[in-house]
């Protein structure tokens, strides 16, 4: 009996009694919903990675030291447009799921001041200045956080001539970026 229990506190202690994989705290479970993607050009309806979040789940995913990758966006951007069918590639893909943020949602907007400037608060780490020498809430943004903290993203600025079809090596570097950001929540 004794060796039993010791093979049981041996194994506990080395395969660990919590949500962490990988190094990464999964312990806030993030609620989310079930949407729709067909607004996006190149994503099918159903066959997708994404959920929807509010915005105030992607706040309590970071004080609680929590990870996800997350997508910041909404389907009247062009930019957004172009660029999902790639994120939506490279999820498949890796197996990870984006918790997707529309900003413009009818049932979850963020349309008021104290809810924007926390967002700009928060995601201050990774935010562009724009011409005013202020931190810029911009769409797309494709973001991971990793136990609470801003691991890698990509805001996609007009960088690109996106009233033309982006390039092969255009949509690679993208897809790779995105997999990129991706990377920590493979199994």
């Known amino acids: 009996m004794k060796k039993f229990l010791s ?3 041996v194994l506990l202690i080395l395969c660990g009694c919590s949500n962490h994989k990988n190094g990464i705290n999964y312990t806030y479970e993030i609620e989310s919903y079930d949407v729709d993607m067909s607004c996006y050009d190149g994503v099918n309806s159903t066959n997708h990675m994404f959920r929807r979040i509010t915005v105030d789940q992607l706040f309590n995913c970071i004080d609680n030291k929590s990870s996800g990758a997350f997508y910041l966006g909404r389907e009247n951007c062009g930019c957004c447009q172009t660029c999902l069918q790639y994120l939506d590639k490279a999820s498949r893909e890796l197996g990870v799921t984006i918790y997707y943020i529309d900003v413009y949602d009818k049932d979850m907007p963020i349309t008021d001041k104290d809810t924007v400037e926390k967002l700009r608060e928060y995601m201050s780490p990774i935010l562009a200045m724009n011409d005013e020498g202020q931190k810029e809430l911009q769409t797309p943004t ?18 690109y001539a996106w009233d033309t079809p982006p390039t092969t090596a255009q949509e690679d570097k993208l897809i790779n970026k995105y997999k990129q950001i991706l990377s920590p929540f493979v199994d």
Not at 142 to 159: H, M, R, T, Y
């Open 142 to 159: 494709v973001f991971s956080v990793v136990n609470g903290e801003f691991k890698d993203s990509i805001i996609c600025l007009a960088n």
């Open 7 to 9: 093979l049981l506190v």
